[in-house]
């Protein structure tokens, strides 16, 4: 531990240097300590002193000369994502980090501060990168929105990791409102059985999944990571594991009546608990669904019905929400079906649904 002067807090701060695991054994250690030692009395010596205005990428190579690195935007962004990975975030999800990071560095680099500290992102500049998302690249507002949470994250884990001191200067950006699409469309119960009868009969299997889709309100990739022994049949439960769920959070799920049946006819008992439950074969199997297994399958009922790119598969989530909801309208029930982290995010989707417009209840409000 040393302390070393501070331009931008007028004071010294306290800096730590670590011994890397490599070094084992005390002796190791001791040797490793000694020479790091001299090299900080050293720069000491010479005048080292921490001001972040004048970062760049030469004192940045410089300074990570001295044990603890000093990370330039570029290496931070490789170094969260490495992050992400070691927690096994799904591929699709690490896709989208770095697709986001790398479009937000090639913007930095066309402008030469790709390798500035990080701590150098300052509001003037997010600011001006964020007009040029809007008036450039003309980003809707979801996708504004996606790209900040993604920065957001990002610098987060850059303080955690005490790469960057102080707060996050993303905070300051405001979210723009989004206008919800009508993407995943909730069906009518007259398209439901039409598009019932015509499933069963061209591709049954495929009617499995939309019962799954309809009657746990499952997301479609939590659907294809499920395994035989997630299904309690005793308890008429669904066991959602962390691994499996989209908020990284152990769930469960009842199993109702409908989907009861349509899961004793899988025969479950036949296949090892780790199997999953919808293989590469339309039985349980080790290995999982194709990826576009269930899009492409769902095209050619798309297709025979000339439905619009409004209906998905997991659009048979939002009917199902619809019409629970206009049966008994519990949104304290539906959270914990759809395993919303709160009562706003609940009463946010059920509009986007077209839903809680409370005419009813506006048509029986007292004469004056």
């Not at 039985?283 to 669904?289: G, H, I, L, Q, V």
Request: proline share 3%; with cysteine; net charge positive.
């Amino acid at each position: 531990m040393f302390y070393v002067w501070d331009v931008q807090k007028n004071d010294l701060v306290r800096h730590r240097r670590y011994i890397p695991k490599k070094y084992k054994t005390e002796a190791e250690q001791k040797a490793y300590a000694k020479d790091m030692i001299k090299q900080i009395n050293r720069i000491l010596a010479d005048g080292y002193y921490i001001d972040r205005k004048k970062a760049s990428k030469n004192t940045i190579d410089q300074q990570s000369q001295v044990s603890e690195k000093i990370y330039s935007v570029r290496e931070a962004t490789t170094a969260f994502i490495e992050i992400k990975k070691a927690k096994q975030l799904y591929k699709r999800g690490i896709e989208f980090y770095t697709n986001t990071l790398e479009r937000f560095v090639k913007w930095l680099a066309d402008k030469g501060l790709d390798s500035v500290w990080i701590g150098d992102l300052d509001n003037g500049l997010i600011q001006e990168y964020f007009l040029y998302l809007l008036t450039n690249r003309k980003n809707s507002a979801k996708t504004y929105n996606n790209t900040l949470g993604v920065l957001k994250t990002f610098y987060n884990v850059c303080l955690r990791q005490e790469w960057v001191e102080g707060k996050n200067p993303f905070d300051k950006v405001d979210k723009l409102p989004e206008e919800y699409g009508t993407k995943n469309k909730p069906f009518t119960n007259e398209q439901i059985a039409d598009i019932k009868e015509y499933v069963l009969e061209h591709d049954p299997y495929l009617w499995k999944i939309i019962s799954f889709v309809y009657y746990s309100f499952m997301r479609l990739s939590e659907i294809r990571r499920l395994k035989v022994g997630d299904i309690d049949l005793e308890k008429d439960l669904i066991w959602v594991s962390g691994r499996t769920s989209k908020t990284k959070k152990r769930d469960v799920i009842p199993i109702v009546p409908a989907l009861k049946k349509i899961i004793l006819e899988m025969n479950l008992e036949q296949y090892h608990p780790d199997d999953f439950l919808f293989g590469s074969n339309q039985t349980p199997s080790s290995t999982k669904m194709g990826e576009n297994y269930m899009g492409k399958h769902f095209r050619k009922v798309k297709d025979h019905f000339e439905l619009s790119d409004d209906y998905t598969l997991y659009g048979f989530k939002h009917t199902a929400v619809v019409n629970w909801y206009r049966k008994e309208k519990d949104i304290r029930k539906i959270q914990k079906m759809c395993r919303h982290s709160s009562m706003l995010m609940t009463e946010r989707y059920l509009k986007s649904l077209g839903l809680l417009d409370d005419k009813d209840a506006v048509s029986e409000l007292p004469e004056i």
